[in-house]
């Protein structure tokens, strides 16, 4: 990849742009002056996010890749950013080919639109799910060898991204993103309750104590550990990733974290810091599957983009707790 940025304004279209890591992505292409087109099903994403950013509402699953090819062509597509999917690990177990339907076959339709509407550069939201139970520092050398269904849809679309650039020229790059969080405006956070940080609030807001899975691991404190970014970082990483996409048909594969870990014992007391409240975590069993330690070796996305996290686990935090609040003002008001 060459990491000088890019002199002319860019044309992106970006599906499921009115989701969490979407909106705060396209808010900041739309700020830098590219033009953003954003198909987006609407399901768990609102259109509200991303006031003055056109959206086209459909579901990219099934058949859409003429509709997805005329609408690349009317708009001068330069470039796709693909976040839609859906993320939900419990909900994969429970539904495994509609998640392979949902987030491989919309890949699969994306794919078609694109090499017919010769649009050649493609950013792709994967996971660090794809890694499994892999513990410590991980590299994207690692064997990926995914222990649910979601995760394995996010390496399946991988290797169709792959194969299509050895067939025609794709320049491809798959984000392995490791556990993202916070808000870059409160308006923007995240409110699916899926993810330790939501999970927290909701367990103090009803008066329960946030749980810990496990505290006998070989870490820190003993609890788990984790690498987690910012949504704000997150999405930077997009547009510089966008703008330093090698020449040469691939599918770069990245991991996009901090490189730094936080244990989960950590995160909790910054949580009921932050949140004032004087509830004590309570210690469970271990969870099945759930690895000591995940943090992303981040090397490869620096020495590619230049690219590196900013912003600190307090950044995540106090951010995730605004935003919380906003929504809570919210729905009181309504
Ligand atoms: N949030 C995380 O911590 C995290 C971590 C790793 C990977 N990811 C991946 O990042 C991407 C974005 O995640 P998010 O947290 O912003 O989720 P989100 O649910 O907030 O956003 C997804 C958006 O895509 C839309 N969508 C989903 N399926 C669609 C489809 N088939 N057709 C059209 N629109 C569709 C939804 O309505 C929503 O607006 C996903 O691919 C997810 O798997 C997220």
Same mark, same amino acid.
């Given at each position: 990849?060459?990491?000088?940025?890019?002199?002319?304004?860019?044309?992106?279209?970006?599906?499921?742009? @009115?989701?969490?890591? *979407?909106?705060?992505?396209?808010?900041?292409?739309?700020?830098?002056?590219?033009?953003?087109?954003?198909?987006?099903?609407?399901?768990?994403?609102?259109?509200?996010?991303?006031?003055?950013?056109?959206?086209?509402?459909?579901?990219?699953?099934?058949?859409?890749?003429?509709?997805?090819?005329?609408?690349?062509?009317?708009?001068?597509?330069?470039?796709?950013?693909?976040?839609?999917?859906?993320?939900?690990?419990?909900?994969?177990?429970?539904?495994?080919?509609?998640?392979?339907?949902?987030?491989?076959?919309?890949?699969?339709?994306? #794919?078609? @639109?694109?090499?017919?509407?010769?649009?050649?550069? #493609?950013?792709?939201?994967?996971? /660090?799910?794809?890694?499994?139970?892999?513990?410590?520092?991980?590299?994207?050398?690692?064997?990926?060898?995914?222990?649910?269904? %979601?995760?394995?849809?996010? #390496?399946?679309?991988?290797?169709?991204?792959?194969?299509?650039?050895?067939?025609?020229?794709?320049? /491809?790059?798959?984000?392995?993103?490791?556990?993202?969080?916070?808000?870059?405006?409160?308006?923007?956070?995240?409110?699916?309750?899926?993810?330790?940080?939501?999970?927290?609030?909701?367990?103090?807001?009803?008066?329960?104590?946030?749980?810990?899975? *496990?505290?006998?691991?070989?870490?820190?404190?003993?609890?788990?550990?984790?690498?987690?970014?910012?949504?704000?970082?997150?999405?930077?990483?997009?547009?510089?990733?966008?703008?330093? #996409?090698?020449?040469?048909?691939?599918?770069?594969?990245?991991?996009?974290?901090?490189?730094?870990?936080?244990?989960?014992?950590?995160?909790? +007391?910054?949580?009921?810091?932050?949140?004032?409240?004087?509830?004590?975590?309570?210690?469970?069993?271990?969870?099945?599957? +759930?690895?000591?330690?995940?943090?992303?070796?981040?090397?490869?996305?620096?020495?590619?983009?230049? $690219?590196?996290?900013?912003?600190?686990?307090?950044?995540?935090?106090?951010?995730? $707790?605004?935003?919380?609040? %906003?929504?809570?003002?919210?729905?009181?008001?309504?």
């Amino acid at each position: 990849m060459n990491s000088t940025r890019r002199l002319d304004h860019m044309r992106v279209m970006v599906t499921g742009g @009115a989701g969490y890591i *979407g909106a705060h992505t396209s808010r900041l292409l739309a700020d830098r002056g590219d033009y953003v087109l954003v198909v987006d099903d609407l399901v768990t994403g609102s259109a509200d996010r991303i006031p003055g950013i056109p959206v086209v509402s459909f579901n990219l699953a099934n058949g859409s890749s003429a509709r997805l090819e005329s609408l690349m062509r009317e708009h001068r597509i330069d470039a796709v950013i693909h976040f839609a999917a859906q993320k939900q690990v419990g909900e994969s177990v429970e539904k495994p080919a509609w998640y392979y339907e949902q987030n491989v076959g919309s890949v699969a339709q994306l #794919l078609m @639109a694109m090499q017919q509407a010769e649009v050649h550069k #493609l950013v792709f939201s994967s996971s /660090a799910a794809v890694y499994g139970e892999a513990s410590g520092t991980i590299t994207e050398d690692a064997v990926a060898r995914p222990i649910n269904p %979601y995760g394995a849809t996010k #390496l399946a679309a991988e290797q169709l991204i792959s194969a299509s650039a050895l067939s025609w020229p794709l320049r /491809a790059a798959s984000l392995r993103y490791f556990n993202v969080g916070g808000a870059g405006r409160p308006e923007l956070g995240d409110t699916q309750t899926l993810n330790l940080i939501p999970i927290c609030f909701e367990q103090i807001a009803a008066h329960k104590s946030p749980l810990i899975f *496990g505290n006998d691991y070989d870490t820190v404190d003993g609890t788990c550990v984790r690498d987690y970014v910012h949504v704000s970082d997150v999405a930077d990483a997009h547009l510089a990733v966008l703008d330093a #996409l090698p020449d040469e048909p691939g599918n770069e594969v990245l991991n996009i974290g901090t490189g730094v870990g936080t244990s989960v014992r950590e995160m909790v +007391d910054a949580i009921l810091a932050v949140s004032g409240s004087d509830l004590i975590a309570e210690v469970r069993e271990r969870r099945r599957g +759930d690895p000591a330690a995940v943090v992303g070796a981040v090397d490869r996305m620096k020495e590619l983009t230049g $690219w590196s996290a900013t912003m600190s686990v307090a950044d995540i935090v106090e951010s995730a $707790w605004e935003s919380r609040q %906003y929504f809570a003002a919210l729905a009181q008001r309504s």
